[in-house]
């Protein structure tokens, strides 16, 4: 598995330009991601520490859903990736 520094991703979103979550869409998203968790673990796919962190890390910086998805695309190097979008690939982090 990949480690992802997870202090150099929080200091990474903290640095970018964006509108974070408010309080209600906060509490709403972590029950969409409370429901989401359940599901996978329903489906013998839980995740891992290391995922529940990286996940817990986007809640608790209030990231909107599309940026979580954006910054998961541009932190695993996928090809349809914003390359614009300023955080570090895990090949160069880990």
Not at 26 to 38: G, H, I
Not at 67 to 83: E, K, M, N, T
Request: proline share 5%; glycine share 4%; aromatic share 4%.
């Amino acid at each position: 598995m990949t480690m992802i520094d997870l202090d150099t991703l929080r200091r990474e979103i903290r640095a970018l330009d964006f509108v974070r979550g408010s309080l209600a869409e906060d509490a709403m998203w972590r029950e969409d991601d409370k429901d989401a968790r359940a599901n996978l673990e329903i489906e013998g796919m839980a995740l891992t520490p290391g995922d529940e962190a990286l996940f817990d890390l986007m809640r608790d910086e209030r990231v909107p859903p599309a940026l979580c998805s954006q910054i998961l695309l541009r932190l695993f190097g996928h090809p349809d990736a914003d390359s614009a979008l300023a955080i570090t690939p895990t090949d160069a982090t880990s």
